[in-house]
């Protein structure tokens, strides 16, 4: 039986003056504030258990129950309009009763669960584990609270069977199979509810406080589970020198709890949170071993892989994009269900039978930059996309003169379209190069494919040695920001180096200015906005994969017959670097952090000694 408690009492004043520039331009005098917080847990398990062995089959049993409740309180106030900071925030019904705001709260949660385990061998050879546990949630609605969470495994290890062993070549055969579901109910603590919030109106000139419904309930919220069905196999050979796991893999994820967006139709407020989706990971995992010794050096070598495909088998129904026709066999609509059926997330979108986080893009026009004059052929535009030369403005105007747009754009101009600008290629075939109708999956998301890893060890006499390396590859990041590789520019804000150096530019009534530059990578700079340079597009799609140098360690441990004339048991000294390395193509801050510009990852580099008596 074990019990444990955390218990966090914070409170936090703040008070900016009413000599700030920024109150004083603003005229909007001293700000208070006062924030209180009081987050309580408390965790009980109790575990009893019993174990014996009769003959060459041993049982072990476990029974258990466990609670957990979790408790937050809050309160908030603050105000402005303070005419001196004599009272700072101590006074705050002295400020402007407009501002003055009051906010108190308290939510809570609790789990409860009822657990077992049977663990049952014979001659060490055959295993089976069944277990289960019964999960209660007050997340969940009424009927729903409590879900059952079985799972079972067995294990067979040939090595031991006598027909394996003739056979001298493994040192260690496992072979084990296992099914098993689990629960998730991390959703708000209160989402099966519809949620209220306070809103500040005028009525009558006086200032009021009233409620208005900030969340939709959903009375039939339950249970996510999922359930996991594995397969592997455990090898030895050479005394187990050699060394190697494989498993198979599929999960099943059901009654993913989410919170869909909802028609603006509905107004301002926030979705319930349903069971609505189904995502399908399956895949493979292999980890492969060498380790050995050749007199005093000692090496180990482990290289780890897998393989994931994800896949979300249930969410708000297919994409359907097609043409509607009339009886003479005309097109007469272009219909799409994108807004129905697709949400944002996970660096892409989520689209039923489509990857978890796919991407949804526009793709470049490809031509072959072979228009000459006349009459426009659809395939003799520029030939990546940009307009870089006059025979590639030549071909865009003349496909605007034949009825055609660009984004519906059907005007040249520096303020429409204009050299150094991307055009993106016409899917539907409707006419209008790169409107929403043209964007379609990638076939790539920002969830890796594939990771590795690679762990290097050494010994030798009191030198010892450790090298860890790390990587993701099969994923695409998308990437468009303003400071970094964007291509607008803002009064008092820059633009990055690689795009000041390497951003197009043509100016058709002086082409030998020495400016220009008609093989840049970026499109041309434009002032506030990228213009549909900015659109969502394949050219802002770069590859994720890397590999990363993830710490190494060298140490040194002193002899024990020297160290115990001091008393000392083993004195260790080490020197480590962490995030040493990244080889990537991916030109933003780190792959592994994805597109948020954030505080990276830091190298590291540490001296240090471990001691002991």
Known sequence: TSFGFDITNSKQNRYESVNLPTRIFNKAGGYAKVQTQYPITYQNENTISYHTTIGEHFISVLGGFTWQKYNYEFMNGSASGFKNDVNLYHAMETGDPVTRDIQTGESSWGLVSYLFRLNYSFKNKYMLTISGRQDGSSRLTEGNKWAFFPSVALAWRASEEKFIQNLKIFSNLKIRASWGKLGNNASGNYDWQANYSTNKVVIDSSPTTGLAISKLGNSFLEWESTTTTNVGIDLGFFNNRLTGEFDWYNKMTTGILFTPSIPLSMGKVTGSTENIAEVRNRGVELTLGW???????????????????????????????????????????????????????????????????????????????????????????????????????????????????????????????????????????????????????????????????????????????????????????????????????????????????????????????????????????????????????????????????????????????????????????YFSGENLLTITSYPGLDPEMGTSITYPLTRQFAFGAQLSF
């Open 291 to 573: 380790q050995d010794n050749i007199k005093d050096f000692t090496y180990r070598i482990e290289g780890n892989f897998s393989y994931n495909q994800n896949k979300v088998m249930k969410y708000k129904g297919e994409l359907a994009k097609y043409w509607e026709y009339d009886n003479a066999g005309n097109p007469t609509r272009f219909v799409s269900n994108y807004g129905d059926v697709a949400q944002s997330g996970f660096g892409g979108v989520i689209v039923e039978n489509r990857m978890l986080g796919e991407m949804y893009l526009r793709q470049l026009y490809r031509g072959n930059g072979s228009y000459s004059g006349g009459k426009p052929d659809i395939n003799a535009g520029p030939v990546d996309g940009m307009i870089r030369t006059e025979s590639d403005m030549a071909w865009v105007k003349a496909m605007i003169a034949d009825g055609y747009k660009f984004n519906g754009v059907t005007k040249v101009a520096k303020d429409q379209l204009w050299y150094g600008d991307l055009i993106y290629a016409d899917a539907n075939g409707d006419g209008n190069y790169g409107d929403t109708n043209d964007m379609n999956f990638t076939g790539t998301s920002t969830q890796p494919r594939y990771n590795f890893g690679l762990n290097l060890s050494a010994t030798y006499k009191g030198f010892d040695f450790y090298m860890l390396w790390a990587g993701s590859a099969g994923f695409d990041l998308y990437w468009n920001h303003s400071s970094y590789n964007g291509t607008r520019t803002e009064n008092g804000f820059g633009i990055s180096q690689r795009v000041a150096d390497n951003h197009y530019f043509y100016d058709p009534e002086n082409p030998s200015d020495s400016r220009t530059n008609i093989t840049a990578e970026y499109p041309r700079i434009t002032d506030q906005t990228q213009r549909d340079n900015g659109t969502s597009s394949v050219f802002w799609k770069y590859k994720g994969d890397y590999v990363k140098l993830k710490n190494i360690q060298i140490g040194y441990t002193i002899p024990v017959k020297w160290t115990r004339k001091f008393m000392v048991e083993k004195l260790r000294f």
